[in-house]
């Protein structure tokens, strides 16, 4: 048969039909990638879950031994604690920042740009090059930061070499970064139209009444989506973790990717680092559903139109 | 709505006391959020600063508490150093090759994808796009594993495949939203007049859709190229030869080499960095616009 004829025996005749093929040959970039590196890599997991494997030889089931292994690993629930901590902290000062921020610099200014840009700039810094420039900041003995202590008096920090400020150093390079979810809320603000101020103004309302009853509900969904977006991206902090501290000292920045990146590629235990991977997807995909429970059934959506 | 009270209030009456009380606490109101503005700029900026100013020093200036902010004498060849002691040359090479091939990947099977979401009714689309948006938010690091055992029995270890080849594959769940976006707010009457004229689908995509599309395919551009420009868990996972190397890695190496000589330290980095602002300053409004997009009115 020629190529004519299977055209005419496999396309659809009608008009519906073949719009769903064209549709589905648009998507099916998609479809496939899909099945190649969701579903196939998710299958593997699961077989990953169950076995013993260093990659040399060969692999051995071992059942549930992985999450037995896990409910007793103080590293394991050492690296949870810290994440949590990270995510905690760094999420809602980031937040709170990146409002606030974007509340003063959508007044009408000169020079507005100008802030725009310096607030911004930090968050769009290579990860890498933003964990060395770090490093050399909190440098005990000549560092930025110290200095910035020494300036107000203050005694220096062992900042990388103490357990207990180690993760806020951490969290201080995590919300140099804030101006991405500033951006954000940014343009947020600006698509709320001067109306809905003027209309308040005429009904007396000052600038907190105007904050709370017009600019938070109308912004309230950019907040809601950097919040998820928030929680996510922190649950993954990795090159910051691996590069400026190694996790320590004393565990003290053991993020949780950061030990699963270790079980995985140092010890080689390929099974057990499979199991950590479905409890941070699972952990992921519960706080994600808290988070649009509890504060997704308070955000205001305007009525399209 | 969100205001929920509209109690009648008594009419204004604007005396001239009154307008000068106003236009005195606008004022005084101004000149506060630019006092703030001015000092959380200063301290953001900071570290920039820093970074510039120990990239030009000589070592024996760089251990010096408190610190000098003028580099004395001031020395342009740490950077020359910096970058030749490893090749950097090469690894900017191997980061382009990457950036260009994720550019095509992502550019066309993107937009390719975004346009059936956009434009074709079927049935099934709205499962497959609740997909996409289901995808955007699982971490790369759940299948970070998986994926590299998959990659490494095909014999990607080492290659650049694993950085390139799946993005051939709808170029990643959030680039697809935002050219499906997009183009949902292009004029449906276009797509009509392409069909009158006898054009296929694929015509509508390929000659009306993508010529219109500049400004997202310009925002698209630029976060993958950040994306490759900065990526180190991938170039970290997959490239183990100094020759295969990104500038990623090639810092991060670097690093662990130089653990003291910051000056050298903070050259790299600054090289590395300036790529991404020189890139920001040309092309500000895309980065705003490419959140814009991401959805925020749709």
Redesign the interface.
């Known amino acids: 048969m020629t190529a004519a004829h299977w055209y005419q025996r496999f396309l659809p005749r009608t008009l519906a039909g073949r719009r769903t093929l064209i549709g589905y040959i648009f998507i099916s970039p998609f479809i496939l990638g899909f099945l190649l590196w969701f579903i196939i890599p998710a299958g593997v997991a699961l077989w990953l879950t169950v076995h013993d494997w260093n990659l040399i030889s060969p692999p051995k089931y071992v059942g549930a031994k992985h999450l037995v292994t896990m409910w007793e690993d103080d590293r394991f629930w050492k690296s949870l604690s810290v994440t949590t901590t990270y995510t905690l902290v760094s999420v809602p000062v980031g937040l709170v920042l990146g409002f606030g921020l974007a509340l003063l610099l959508n007044t009408k200014v000169r020079g507005i740009s100008f802030f725009r840009t310096a607030y911004y700039l930090p968050s769009i810094v290579p990860a890498v090059a933003n964990a060395v420039l770090w490093a050399w900041i909190f440098n005990t003995e000549f560092g930025l930061a110290n200095a910035a202590l020494r300036f107000f008096g203050l005694p220096k920090i062992a900042w990388l070499q103490r357990p207990e400020w180690a993760l806020p150093a951490l969290i201080l390079v995590a919300l140099w970064g804030f101006g991405s979810g500033m951006v954000i809320y940014l343009a947020g603000l600006q698509g709320i139209p001067d109306v809905f101020y003027e209309a308040a103004e005429i009904d007396g309302a000052g600038r907190v009444a105007k904050l709370r009853h017009i600019t938070i509900p109308l912004v309230s969904p950019v907040i809601f989506f950097n919040l998820i977006i928030g929680i996510i991206a922190s649950f993954q902090v990795f090159t910051i973790a691996r590069l400026v501290t190694n996790g320590g000292p004393q565990n003290a920045t053991l993020v949780y990717v950061l030990y699963m990146y270790q079980n995985a590629f140092q010890n080689l235990k390929m099974g057990y680092a499979a199991a950590l991977a479905w409890v941070l997807f699972f952990i992921v995909v519960a706080l994600t559903l808290f988070v649009f429970k509890y504060v997704g059934s308070r955000v205001h959506y305007e009525d399209a139109q | 709505m ?3 009270k ?2 009648a ?1 008594p009419p ?1 009456i604007v005396t001239k006391p009154r307008m000068r009380r106003v236009v005195w606490e606008r004022r005084l109101w ?1 000149a506060l ?2 006092t ?3 000092v ?2 200063v301290i ?5 600063v ?2 510039v100013v ?1 990239s030009f020093k000589p070592l024996e200036k ?6 000098e902010w003028i580099p004395n004498p001031f020395r342009p060849e740490n950077y020359i150093e910096a970058l030749v002691y490893k090749p950097f040359g090469l690894y900017l090479f191997n980061t382009m090759r990457i950036v260009v091939l994720n550019l095509i990947a992502v550019l066309l ?1 993107s937009s ?2 975004g ?3 956009a434009r ?6 709205d499962f ?1 796009f609740a ?2 948006l289901a ?1 955007l ?14 990659f ?1 029995r095909l014999g990607w270890v080492d290659t650049f495949h694993p950085l390139t080849i ?1 993005l ?4 990643g ?1 959030f680039n ?1 939203f935002l050219f499906r976006q997009f183009f949902r707010s292009l004029p449906e009457e276009l797509a009509d007049a392409g069909r009158i004229d006898g054009c296929t ?2 015509g509508i ?1 390929w000659r009306i859709m993508m010529p219109l599309s500049k400004p997202a395919l310009a925002t698209v551009a630029i976060f993958t190229f ?1 994306a490759a ?2 990526d ?2 991938g170039p970290l ?1 997959y490239l183990r030869s100094d020759y295969n190397f990104t500038v ?2 090639g ?2 190496t670097f ?1 662990s080499i130089m653990s003291t000589q ?1 000056n050298l ?2 050259a ?3 090289a ?2 300036l790529p ?2 020189i890139l ?1 300053f040309f092309a ?1 409004r895309y ?2 616009d490419g ?2 997009l991401s959805g ?2 749709g």
């Open positions: 969100a205001i929920q509209q109690t209030s204004i101004t959020i630019i703030v503005l001015t959380g700029a953001m900026s900071l570290p920039f820093w970074l120990s760089i251990f010096i508490f408190p610190p099977t390719f994808c346009y059936g979401f074709i009714r079927f049935p099934g689309r497959w997909l996409v995808t938010m699982i971490p790369y690091f759940v299948l970070m594993v998986p994926q590299f055992i998959m490494s799946p051939f594959f709808g170029g769940a697809i689908e694929f995509y950040l420009w900065n180190y868990i996972l990623a890695i810092l991060a690093r910051w330290l903070m790299a980095s600054t590395m960095i991404v602002i920001f500000q980065f705003v959140l814009v925020l009115k």
